[in-house]
């Protein structure tokens, strides 16, 4: 993109980007996780509904993606300070910002909320076709 | 001003006199019939309110004719066919005609206050919406008057809306009635996003917004991603009514189960749309009240972003009963639980943010809605938890109890904040306040009556009343719950009534005489007129009238930025997204007539459209694509002026280009819009695939056309970019004409239309037909939406060209260029996904 | 000039206003005095004249503005136009055999000799006159409520008329008296084994199709529904200006024996005309299972003549007749009596492929006596 | 817009007496089902929470605005939100929903042991087609009534012929929909000897609201021989009036849309009447089952049930009517 203008205005495009990466890191985790349970889940059952091995690699893998995604979060949680520095700049060395700590209680809130679809894929027959 | 000299104003001197009269003169409000015309926030805004509100007062009065007809068993007060149209558009009105334009009306009102901007920086476009909705709602509406009401309840299911279920163009007045608030939507999430993050005060970082700017931000970020999926659906709707494209008819291939699908990917988010502004109304009110700053200031920002986040991955939960697997149902039955938690979050916020109060909580009208929303708002999402619950929901859903509710959560949820905020910012739009005696009768009537109406119905859902019916037999442990219900929503009506008297009585457009009555310490609550605040602060907190002394007296004396009009027009400061720093001077249009005409042109053509005139409708389209570009072609003013000094030694140009410009933002935005829109229809075009792959090319449709035919648009669409880039190269130096770059803008344009041509020609000839089956129509669908997109930009591409002819594109002056070729970029990214999915998909999966 | 106007504007008023008093006052005084006479002997002056005809011209140009033409096979319209007219037409407008009545030439105004008509007016503009009627002249409007189809047959009739010599009108009305009895009263019939010459001059006799394929062939018909049929025109429960008229006058005596007469006839055997195989097989589908998921009963379940004598026998009935009134029950112009309810809700669910398949499949099957068909839906394609 | 209208009648009082106090016929809390028991307890106990969350946070409420300053303090601190908003949901909706998910995998485990469906309900606008499957295979086909053996696991294959439809018979199990494309099973199992209700849950247009049935569970013995009499063809006409009224059915064209087995009443349009005389109700639970009923319904059906697909017959001479609606009644 060619543009006139201050120099500066592509750094405050990129450095609001970084900032929402920063901010939504955990709720795009488990938007990408939960996408890809439901998705991979649907379309397994779809596939060869009933078959009990695949419901075994199913699960092994759902369970492995939930997982990994709650890992995933958890890192970022511990070491947040550390990355919004290094993805967004910045200087605030010291102390928690706002910034960190709407990530961080966003993280914990997704970290929740994926392990909750663990308990599901924990209690639940894979590609059970019927309602109760 | 002794105390501001030391605190190292902007403009620290006394101002001229005649700024003032200046400043009036540039944004009065046309008088007459002409103030149709104008655009300024506080004058649409109202207009905004007033028709959202009209229509809340309609849909209740229907609201109340179904509890009449409800009240006794076996009643005969309406018959079938009037009461379904009845629950029919009382849902779509308040869903649609109210509760999102109510929202949008609250946003173009008080957002530029709030952020002490003159205006949002779109005024004609929150115009154009709002005239359109207003016609086409009116429109909509006025159908339950002679028998032509859509009939097929808000939600819209097919196959029962298809036209063997539904003959006649009722289906189709829901249809339009949609359309509007789509567009309308669409237009206020541009100029809501832009505004937030490029318009806010000076030292206003992200962080210290206030909570219902954070939470139109939210609403705004949902809108660009909940609509697209209604907006493809109800076109998906609208094709297979009108031209018979199977998506939704099971026995061709199709789904009814689609539109359910992008319904509630749209409709369930759509339920915290409407939600959050209020939370955040709630949020601004409660510190006042309490004359504390808001504890938990970032929890509640947390639960912002969580709500609107989490509810798109709830949509499942509307269709639990459908019979899809039960893991699916566990996966949405926790997403479900985890979008409780922000709820707890705030009304935890709230809670301590009142025992924070210096003295003690303050008990006005506005405080008791806050209170009686906290309450309602409270059982609403418990019982949202209940529903949550798979196996509950399995008794629970299509009942009286969620009829109860969902009202609970939306009429506490929304409703009452909106009195609230009627009752606690009415002075900024009336010279006299709202009675507070008055208030409390209409606040205990409507609280009574709320819970008397709706408490009831969830026994009478549990004791196995269905919803939607417009009739039931005796004794069925019905009957008196019923009649309570009834009497409730009497009682209900009668508090709204009282408001409208007191409203009747008390309203006098103007501005207020005591500026800030509650002592709130938001900047909405500076000394405005006309043109907002006379300067524009830089602010240090989250509450600058409570923590800079002596801010709204400096302000009014002109001692901050921005205390003229230096440029001779409308304008006001744009800032940076993230820390607020002052980037340039964006100059707004004013009063015009141009986008009053493309509002009722376009109305008119959706119109004529519903009611298949289809000539007249398409002048009329090509009227409103003219006053469109009428409208614009006033934009773009070009560089023309010197930077300006705003104060404080700052001096910022009043032109811009490029990724900080506005435009540019909002391009993004509408782009983000339609990318959205793409994945919609990506998501059903595999879905469909998964639903009945036996319809699919090669096996069930005629083999796909030979690969060199994607080769070749994929080519063309090549050729196109490379055009572009030349086009960029050639654009004229300032103040010279040549018109070689634009027309080579033109050019790659017509390659991008010539893409999508050539897409539909091959698969013509291939023998497939979009009447076929669920496959042909989804690939004709794929072509129809790209040469949307590229009629879209040929008609920019034209518009730019015009302007070159005159002169007013060159390598500076260039907004109409990039906005062009950003549309066009998307366009060409948007025709190859469509060529992987067209041919790709069914080679790679066949 | 001007000036003048503008400074006297209130004296120029008062003497407009009184004029106009003046008026209407000598005119209230002329109507009161009953000097106008009214007399048909005395013709109009011949400024009236001329306003009047102006008047009308113009009146039947505007309201035919609206009037859209129907495309449709006006050559089967003509002989059944041909048949109206002569019977309630050409009494006042005469025709190619027969020169307009002597009571008639005295009325005022004299109706018309129509062998020009359709050289003066456009089609849209006789079809208006004809629905219509023309107020003042004696001229009546369609006795059949809103049965434009008849109409069209009138009108179709009329166009043909300027090239219309008397033999093809004779051929038309099938104007050749067997008796003379017919000829005295068309209705009255005496031998028991000939039917009236009046009706079977539009159904066709023993040996001859009906004059137009919109006209259904009575022979074989049952009587029950003949029955039912001519009382249901006789009380104006069914419309038609064709039938209506005819049916006034009947006793029930003449309608019972006119019914039974056509049932006990052999019906009449139509050469197969050449039909679209699949259609017929789409046709056959309906007509003996019907359509289930659009509630769509076989017709051949209560049309067969195996039902209820009240329903009629719908084989071999000319397909033409059969869409026509379809249409008629979609327009909602059937519903009003019992039986017509019944079959209105059913008729609206066909659309207009499947009528046409129906019919055309129903037109194919050759209607022998209801007795000796124990199964419905046998036979011809 | 009250005006002389004839009421649309609903299953009277007396068949209410006869359903043993009817109140409760249809509710999800008077549950006889295996399903609508788990659900039950589900409702109370979730419920029971919620109820304390309500009071917990009206206390805080109270508190927040009356409490003594250092109270007011106590409350007033980003402890209190993240304990009471994040800490205390996540504890008390883990459980919920723990529990939920596993009352689902019960209902589903359960279905699994009821193997194949032996009856097949197919929604119609605006009546319900039920087929049992005998132990023979032989398929019988009934309208607007689901019979069940008692304490018996029995699979429902819900279909549909137009457009959506939702099967819910509140005290057996929750709703399932029924849906073009799709088959969707339903195992219920109904633990009482007795009539409950139940109605069309997802609107389908037009009468939504009159499209009800009932269900009757039966001892399994009852059950049985019920069924063989369902499969059997229907009871000849036995009296001169009878055969009369099957002479009229017959001449009106009625087996054009409506099966008698036995006759050569062949019609798949409308419900299957061979022992339409024997059923609780007429019109899907709309009106009672008596001779007076069919006479109304035949005549009227547009204005008892607006929008059906049955034409109006009000053709019939004196008499004729009633010795129609009379062998219908005789159909037991």
Avoid at chain 1, 55 to 82: K, P
Avoid at chain 2, 239 to 253: L, N
Avoid at chain 2, 310 to 330: D, K, Q, R
Avoid at chain 2, 795 to 809: L, N, Q
Wanted: proline share 6%.
């Amino acid at each position: 993109m060619v543009h006139s203008g201050s120099p500066g205005q592509k750094q405050h495009v990129t450095s609001i980007v970084r900032l929402i990466a920063y901010l939504l890191a955990g709720p795009l985790i488990w938007a990408v996780q939960f996408s890809i349970v439901y998705a991979v889940h649907t379309l397994a059952c779809a596939i060869s509904p009933g078959e009990t091995a695949i419901g075994g690699w199913l699960l092994l893998f759902m369970v492995g993606v939930t997982a990994a995604s709650v890992a995933a979060a958890l890192a970022i949680l511990l070491c947040g300070r550390r990355i919004r520095r290094a993805v967004c700049g910045g200087s605030n060395a010291a102390g928690w910002t706002a910034y960190d700590i709407i990530s961080g209680f966003l993280i914990i809130l997704s970290v929740v909320a994926m392990s909750w679809s663990g308990v599901a894929i924990g209690l639940l027959e894979t590609c059970d076709q019927t309602q109760m | 001003m002794t105390a501001s000299s030391d605190r190292r104003l902007p403009n620290p001197t006394p101002r001229p006199d005649d700024e003032r009269d200046q400043l009036e003169r540039i944004w009065s409000t046309p008088k007459g019939w002409r103030i149709l015309s104008a655009v300024n926030n506080t004058a649409v805004g109202v207009a905004y309110i007033g028709g959202a509100f009209l229509f809340f007062l309609m849909a209740g009065v229907l609201a109340l004719v179904m509890r009449t007809q409800l009240s006794v068993p076996e009643n005969q007060f309406l018959d079938q066919d009037l009461y379904n149209q009845i629950f029919t558009v009382h849902g779509t009105t308040m869903m649609f005609l109210f509760a999102v334009p109510a929202i949008e009306a609250l946003g173009v009102l008080l957002l530029p206050q709030m952020l002490a901007a003159r205006d949002l920086p779109f005024p004609r476009l929150s115009a154009f919406a709002i005239w359109a909705y207003m016609i086409g709602g009116l429109v909509f509406f006025s159908t339950i008057f002679y028998d032509l009401a859509p009939k097929g309840g808000w939600f819209m299911y097919p196959p029962l809306t298809l036209t063997e279920y539904s003959p006649g163009h009722n289906a189709d007045f829901w249809l339009l009635g949609i359309g509007f608030i789509e567009i309308s939507a669409i237009a206020g999430a541009v100029e809501i996003v832009v505004g937030t993050l490029k318009t806010r005060p000076p030292g206003m970082s992200l962080a210290r917004m206030p909570i219902f700017a954070w939470s139109m931000l939210i609403f705004a970020g949902m809108i660009m991603f909940a609509f697209p999926a209604v907006i493809l659906a109800t076109m998906l709707l609208e094709i297979e009514r009108s031209f018979g494209w199977p998506f939704f008819t099971a026995a061709k291939g199709g789904d009814p189960l689609l539109w359910q699908h992008l319904f509630w990917f749209f409709g369930h988010p759509e339920v915290y749309i409407i939600f959050l502004p209020a939370a955040g109304l709630v949020s601004m009110i409660v510190p006042t009240m309490a004359r504390h700053r808001l504890v938990g200031y970032n929890l509640i920002v947390v639960a912002l972003i969580a709500t609107g986040f989490f509810s798109f991955g709830l949509w499942v939960h509307h269709m639990f009963t459908t019979g899809i697997p039960a893991l699916s149902l566990g996966f949405f039955s926790a997403a479900s639980m985890a979008v409780a938690i922000p709820s707890g979050i705030q009304v935890f916020s709230w809670i301590a943010t009142m025992a924070a109060a210096r003295e003690r909580f303050r008990i006005t009208t506005a405080s008791l809605f806050v209170l009686g929303f906290l309450f309602i708002f409270t059982i609403g999402g418990l019982t949202g938890v209940l529903v949550a619950l798979v196996p509950l929901d399995f008794q629970l859903h299509d009942s009286y109890f969620v009829v109860a509710h969902f009202h609970y959560v939306l009429v506490g949820g929304m409703v009452f904040p909106l009195f609230a905020t009627f009752y606690y910012w009415i002075t900024m739009v009336s010279r006299n306040q709202l009675s507070e005696r008055v208030g409390r009768w209409v606040f205990w009537l409507m609280f009574l009556g709320f819970n008397i109406a709706f408490l009831p119905m969830h026994w009478t859902g549990l004791s196995g009343m269905p919803r939607r019916i417009w009739t039931y037999p005796p004794s069925l442990g019905w009957d008196g719950l019923n009649m309570i219900s009834t009497v409730g929503a009497f009682i209900l009506a009668a508090g709204v009534l009282l408001f409208v008297v007191d409203l009747l009585r008390r309203f006098r457009p103007g501005q207020r005489e005591n500026e800030n009555p509650w002592g709130a310490g938001t900047l909405e609550w500076l000394p405005a007129d006309v043109y907002s605040t006379r300067s524009i602060p830089r602010v240090s907190s989250r509450e600058p009238l409570w923590d800079q002394p002596g801010l709204a007296e400096d302000v009014e004396a002109g001692h901050y930025y921005l205390p003229n009009a230096p440029t001779g027009g409308r304008e006001t400061i744009v800032t940076s997204p993230v820390e607020a720093e002052p980037e340039y001077i964006i100059r707004m249009p004013g009063n015009g007539w141009g986008h009053v005409w493309a509002a009722i042109f376009t109305a008119a053509c959706f119109l004529l459209l519903t009611v298949k005139v289809v000539v007249p409708a398409l002048i009329c389209a090509l009227l409103a694509i003219a006053s469109c570009i009428a409208w614009a072609w006033q934009l773009d003013h070009g560089p023309g002026k010197e930077p300006v000094e705003i104060g404080g030694g700052i001096k910022l140009p009043t032109y811009m280009s490029g990724p900080s410009s506005h435009s540019w933002w909002a391009m993004s935005v509408l782009i983000l819009v339609a990318a959205s829109l793409y994945v919609a229809f990506a998501f059903s075009y595999l879905y469909l695939w998964l639903v009945s792959p036996q319809v699919w090319a090669p096996h069930g449709s005629p083999p796909l056309p030979t690969p060199s035919w994607a080769i070749g648009t994929a080519l063309l669409l090549a050729l196109g970019t490379a055009i572009i880039v030349v086009a960029n190269r050639l654009l004229p130096a300032p103040g010279r004409r040549d018109i070689r770059g634009v027309l080579l803008l033109f050019l790659a344009a017509a390659c991008l239309a010539a893409a999508g041509l050539v897409e539909l020609f091959v698969h013509w000839n291939s023998g497939l037909r979009p009447t076929a089956n669920a496959y042909g129509a989804m690939v004709y669908m794929a072509s129809a939406l790209n040469l949307q997109v590229a009629f879209a930009v040929l008609i920019m591409a034209g518009f730019t060209v015009a302007r070159a002819f005159v002169g007013r594109v060159d390598r500076e002056r260039r907004v109409t260029f990039d906005n062009t070729l950003m549309l066009f970029v998307y366009g060409v990214a948007q025709t190859l996904l469509g060529l992987i999915l067209v041919h790709g998909f069914p080679r790679a999966v066949g | 000039m001007i000036g003048v106007f503008v400074r006297r504007w209130k004296l120029i008023g008062l003497v407009a206003l009184g004029t106009v008093a003046l008026l209407i006052f000598l005119a209230a005084i002329f109507m009161a005095s009953g000097v106008y006479n009214v007399a048909a002997s005395e013709r109009h002056f011949l400024v009236t004249n001329k306003l009047l005809a102006f008047t009308l011209q113009r009146s039947i140009e505007t309201h035919s503005m609206f009037v859209e033409v129907p495309k449709q096979n006006e050559e089967d319209l003509v002989p059944l136009g041909a048949n109206h007219f002569s019977s309630a037409c050409a009494l006042c407008h005469g025709s190619p055999t027969e020169r307009r009545n002597a009571v008639v030439l005295r009325m005022l105004p004299t109706p018309p000799p129509l062998k020009e008509a359709a050289t003066k007016w456009t089609p849209a503009q006789l079809f208006w006159i004809v629905k219509h009627g023309l107020k003042y002249t004696g001229m009546p409007a369609w006795p059949g409520a809103q049965r434009d189809d008849e109409v069209w047959a009138v009108v179709a009739f009329l166009r043909r008329l300027p090239d219309m010599d008397r033999a093809e009108y004779r051929r038309l009305v099938r104007a050749e008296p067997r008796t003379e009895s017919e000829e005295r009263s068309p209705l009255v019939f005496e031998q028991k084994e000939e039917l009236p010459h009046f009706c079977s001059r539009c159904h066709g006799t023993a040996s001859t199709l009906p004059a137009s394929r919109r006209v259904p062939a009575l022979h074989g018909q049952s009587a029950g529904y003949l029955k039912r049929a001519l009382e249901e025109y006789r009380n104006g429960t069914r419309s038609s200006g064709f039938m209506e008229p005819v049916a006034t006058n009947l006793t029930a005596a003449q309608i019972d024996s006119l019914s039974n007469e056509y049932a006990e006839r052999d019906p009449i055997h139509t050469a197969p005309v050449p039909k679209d195989s699949r259609s017929l097989k789409r046709g056959r589908a309906i007509a003996e299972i019907g359509i289930r998921e659009s509630g769509i009963p076989p017709c051949l379940a209560c049309h067969s003549g195996r039902a209820s004598k009240q329903f009629p026998i719908l084989r071999g009935l000319s397909a033409d007749y059969m869409m026509g009134q379809l249409s008629l029950w979609r327009r909602g112009l059937r519903d009003e009596t019992a039986y017509g309810a019944i079959m209105a809700v059913i008729a609206n669910r066909l659309n207009q492929q499947q009528i046409r398949d129906v019919t055309a499949y129903l037109e194919s099957l050759q209607n022998k006596h209801s007795a000796d068909r124990p199964s419905a839906g046998r036979g011809g394609e | 817009m009250s005006h002389s209208r004839p009421t649309t009648p609903m299953v009277p009082s007396l068949l209410g007496l006869a359903l043993g106090g009817c109140e409760g016929v249809q509710s999800a809390l008077s549950a006889s089902g295996d399903e609508a028991h788990d659900i039950r307890l589900l409702l109370w106990i979730a419920g029971a929470v919620c109820a304390a969350t309500l009071v917990l946070v009206l206390v805080f409420g109270i508190l927040a605005f009356n409490g003594s300053a250092r109270v007011r303090a106590w409350i007033a601190r980003d402890q209190l939100i993240v304990s009471g908003g994040l800490v205390l949901p996540v504890v008390v909706l883990s459980g919920l929903l723990a529990y939920a998910l596993l009352v689902l995998q019960a209902g589903a485990a359960r279905s699994a042991f009821a193997g194949e469906p032996s009856v097949t309900i197919i929604g119609k606008r605006w009546w319900w087609k039920v087929i049992y499957r005998d132990s023979e295979g032989r398929e019988v086909v009934s309208a607007n009534e689901l019979r069940l053996p008692l304490g018996q696991p029995i699979s429902l294959r819900l279909i549909t012929d137009d457009v959506i439809h939702s099967f819910w018979a509140p005290k057996l199990a929750g709703k399932l929909d029924m849906i073009p494309g799709r088959t969707n099973v339903l195992t219920v199992q109904s633990n009482e000897v007795g009539v409950s209700r139940g109605q069309c849950a997802e609107y389908c247009g037009g009468a939504h609201a009159l499209m009800a049935f009932y269900v009757v569970t039966l001892p399994e013995e009852e059950y049985q021989a019920w069924l063989a009499r369902e499969a059997s063809k229907a009871l000849p006409p036995a009296t001169e009036a009878e055969k009369r009224g099957h002479a009229v059915f017959v001449e009106s064209g009625c087996g054009a849309c409506h099966t008698i087995r036995g006759t050569e009443a062949r019609g798949t349009i409308g419900p299957d009447l061979t022992h339409v005389g024997s059923r609780m109700s007429l019109a899907a639970a709309t009106l009672p089952n008596d001779a007076n009923s069919f006479a109304r319904w035949i005549t009227d059906n547009q204005h008892i049930k607006p929008e059906n697909l049955m034409p109006p017959f009000r053709h019939f001479k004196a008499g004729e009517l009633d010795t129609l609606a009379n062998y219908l009644d005789s159909l037991k």
